[in-house]
């Protein structure tokens, strides 16, 4: 009869260890999880100097919504001399490739005769790119300038045209994307074709 109890007991406290074993494995599962992302969202920003706002329209080819290539015209906010236009752009289908592609023409009505242009190039040319949850937090974020450092241009009017043309040869006067994962690495980069 000893011998059955000391079995007994043995059959117990083994019994008794998986249990509590299991029931810590248990609460494991319960534990929260991180949220996934469940998209990433880009927003293009643009800025030219007021006077070339005027004197030019502005075509810009941008990966969009899902990324779609789209085409627009710009239409500025001006403030301080400064015209700005942005996009606000997201996708669900990871990766994704983000960027713009900017062309400048100089408008039919410009009076050019007599005129300096002060800067013919984009005074910021940058996108902001984010990894947002499926709680609607943010991830991660990404600054991206597509030009490093500061650019002027003085020409007379009457030359103006001649230099967009030129910049759009050599690819356009903004050009340049990347495809992002949905950890924020950056997986290629490239320009629009």
């Not at 509590?20 to 920003?45: H, L, M, Q, R, W």
Request: aromatic share 8%; with cysteine.
């Amino acid at each position: 009869m000893r011998k059955f109890l000391m079995t007994l007991a043995a059959v117990l406290c083994c019994a008794m260890t998986t249990t509590v074993f299991t029931a810590c494995s248990s609460d494991d599962d319960n534990t929260p999880k991180e949220p996934e992302i469940k998209g990433i969202g880009a927003v293009y920003f643009l800025s030219v100097t007021e006077q070339m706002s005027q004197l030019c329209d502005y075509t810009i080819t941008y990966y969009g919504v899902g990324g779609k290539l789209e085409t627009e015209t710009a239409t500025w906010s001006v403030n301080n001399g400064v015209a700005t236009w942005e996009k606000m752009v997201t996708s669900t289908i990871m990766p994704a490739t983000f960027g713009i592609k900017v062309s400048a023409n100089v408008k039919a009505s410009a009076q050019l005769e007599g005129v300096q242009v002060e800067n013919i190039y984009p005074i910021t040319e940058k996108m902001y790119v984010e990894g947002i949850t499926t709680d609607g937090k943010t991830a991660w974020e990404k600054n991206v300038p597509f030009h490093s450092g500061q650019r002027h241009g003085s020409i007379s009017g009457a030359k103006l045209q001649a230099s967009l043309d030129a910049m759009e040869n050599h690819g356009g006067m903004v050009n340049k994307c990347y495809t992002y994962d949905k950890d924020g690495r950056e997986i290629t980069s490239g320009s629009i074709q």
